[in-house]
């Protein structure tokens, strides 16, 4: 009954599994059945395979040299420590491009003889004044400053322009990006193109984020410099892992898909985040309010530190991102993280604003029968703030289900992102509207809409001028009517297990937070129960959440179960189901710790809830 379209009812679906294979992973790994049926539904079916997932070690990266253009790379800048030669990294203003940066730059410095520091300087582009992506202007500038080479992090591989112009100065180009390549024309004339997304590239993970494709670099740097036994021992014990708490930052905050050898990063990185010693990492987490004492988990470092970082980049100079990185000093640390945290307090302050005329717009497309009426929900307004249009696409998504685009104007050009949904490839949909026939004065020249563009599948970005905005939506819309259906609209809840309330005990936590960090690609799990009885009238928490008290089959005791009105109208459904004590419901939920150590324990999260259906088993 809980949607995000009010009035309908949302499928709910376990993926089938093998019963027997369940239960012998289950006895020779020793962990729950319902943790090994959520293993195999995941495509882990083996126990040396259980094992290294729930036990992720360095020795699961990937081989650096394996990257195409990586020999290149690291001859090039191996040659200009050597020469004294200066070098410029080109980095975003984002957590993926400042933390690629700060991985690059402390691994070149490192390489270089103590008696002759290496000469590395870096830019960070500022959002508002240069947007993404290398400008022609910054090479001429950096070439004229004597820069013989130029390192691009989280950027590039669409740079055809800078790439021609670094050459046309004299500049050898090393391109380090994650972002898809251009279908048509390939990839930027450098000296060496690092992306494992690349054409011919026989790296075998595809979906690292930048700051891991610079870290890939970095590692291969590195151990290249390392001679002898003892160097090599302790880029493996030390260095790898100290580098891997910025790569596990970047990972996470940037929703790369967490399996593979991104959730080894992660698992890998977030370990090495206890008690860290670098005098800026320390001192954000403090202002971040999370303990020194234990390792953040995924989510802390995606709504906690992730913000703060990107908060440089939406609000100010992502550049204070790198300094904070890099400094030793730590008032000046402290000082750096402080103002992160105000800038994060000033972008929720400018996000809440721009959200309530959000929320005026999303309510005049409903029907009457309160389903949104666009595919695609396309918003604009002139006031709204660059630096948080993307958060603004991805509570519009949450909000909706359904792929928006957000946009402001400034000087006759409209900038914007764009957020999609599974199912809906939002790269594709803009590469074939900017090109559509049609429309073609108000589109102009030839038709094609926007004077920028680039992305990938659930994140864009864009810009085109103001007058074709009304152009965008009608392509939008021809592009989008056969694509988002029903299915993809309104995709079945795709829940891990059944189990028993009594099932719910803290060695079955233990075992369930072996199986994160939890992200895009490896998605918290989501239990059902079904036939619980609320033991108390539904509590409605400031208007929008609900606490349920729930029990059943024989557990001691009660679970409070918590709706959070993330898109979901929680209190609605509730009176819909009419529920009061004694009401019998089924629940979909994910399991978590109780975040007071004063009432230490268990809680379900609640996902969606139903009249209870019985039986066994889920449809």
């Known amino acids: 009954m809980a949607s995000a379209q009010r009035g309908l009812e949302r499928e709910w679906t376990i993926q089938a599994v093998d019963a027997e294979a369940v239960v012998h992973l289950a006895g020779v790994v020793g962990c729950p059945v319902a943790i090994a049926s959520l293993l195999i539904g995941r495509g882990i079916t ?177 151990a290249a410099a390392a001679a002898t036994d003892a160097e090599r021992d302790v880029l493996r014990k030390k260095l790898i892992p100290s580098f891997l708490k910025m790569v596990a930052l970047a990972t996470i905050a940037d929703s790369v898909p967490l399996e593979g050898e991104n959730r080894v990063i992660a698992a890998l990185g977030l370990r090495e985040l206890r008690n860290p010693v670098q005098a800026g990492l320390r001192a954000l987490m403090e202002v971040a309010k999370i303990p020194p004492d234990r390792a953040p988990t995924a989510t802390e470092v995606g709504f906690r530190l992730g913000p703060r970082i990107n908060a440089a980049g939406r609000m100010d100079i992502g550049s204070d991102v790198v300094e904070l990185f890099l400094t030793r000093d730590s008032a000046r640390a402290m000082e750096l993280a402080q103002k992160l945290d105000r800038l994060n307090d000033e972008r929720r302050a400018t996000e809440a604003r721009a959200l309530e005329a959000i929320e005026a717009q999303l309510e005049t497309m409903r029907g009457q029968d309160g389903v949104f009426l666009p595919e695609c929900i396309i918003l604009d307004d002139a006031d709204w703030h660059r630096g948080v249009l993307g958060i603004l696409a991805s509570r519009v998504v949450d909000r909706t289900g359904r792929p928006a685009l957000v946009m402001m104007h400034e000087d006759g050009q409209a900038h914007g992102s764009g957020r999609s949904i599974a199912g809906f490839h939002l790269l594709d949909a803009l590469t074939c509207v900017h090109g559509v026939d049609g429309n073609g004065a108000s589109a102009g020249e030839n038709g094609v809409l926007f004077t920028r563009f680039g992305g990938h599948a659930y994140a864009v970005g864009f810009s085109l001028p103001s007058d074709r905005v009304d152009a965008l939506r009608e392509r939008m819309r021809s592009y989008g009517t056969s694509l988002l259906t029903g299915p993809v609209l309104m995709p079945p809840l795709e829940c891990d297990a059944e189990v028993r309330l009594c099932d719910l005990t803290q060695e079955f936590f233990d075992w369930l937070t072996r199986c994160g960090p939890f992200g895009n690609g490896n998605p918290e799990p989501v239990f059902v129960t079904k036939d619980v009885t609320l033991g108390a009238e539904v509590r409605i928490i400031k208007e929008r959440h609900i606490c349920l008290e729930i029990g059943g089959d024989g557990v001691a005791g009660r679970f409070s179960a918590l709706g959070w009105s993330r898109g979901t109208e929680w209190v609605e459904s509730c009176r819909t189901l009419d529920l009061r004590p004694g009401s019998c419901v089924d629940i979909a939920y994910r399991l978590k710790a109780k975040t007071n150590p004063q009432f230490p324990g268990l809680e379900l999260e609640l996902v969606d809830l139903r009249q209870t259906r019985g039986g066994v088993g889920v449809d």
């Open 46 to 222: 083996g126990e040396i395979e259980a094992r290294r997932f729930f036990y992720p070690s360095i020795d699961d990266l990937h081989d650096p040299t394996l990257m195409l253009g990586m020999g290149a790379a690291v001859a090039r800048v191996q040659q200009a420590v050597r020469a004294g030669e200066a070098i410029l990294i080109y980095g975003d203003y984002d957590v993926d491009g400042t933390t690629a940066t700060v991985l690059l730059k402390t691994a070149i410095e490192r390489i270089a003889p103590k008696d002759t520091p290496a000469k590395v300087t870096y830019h960070v582009p500022h959002r508002l004044r240069e947007g993404y992506g290398m400008q022609t202007g910054v090479l001429g500038q950096a070439a004229a400053a004597g820069i013989r080479v130029v390192i691009s992090v989280d950027t590039g591989i669409r740079a055809f322009a800078a790439a021609a112009e670094a050459k046309a100065l004299g500049l050898d180009l090393i391109v380090t990006d994650h972002h898809l390549p251009d279908d048509v024309v390939g990839v930027p004339e450098a000296l060496a193109v690092v992306n494992p997304a690349q054409e011919g590239c026989p790296y075998p993970f595809k979906s690292l984020c930048g700051a891991a494709v610079a870290f890939k670099l970095a590692h291969a740097i590195l």
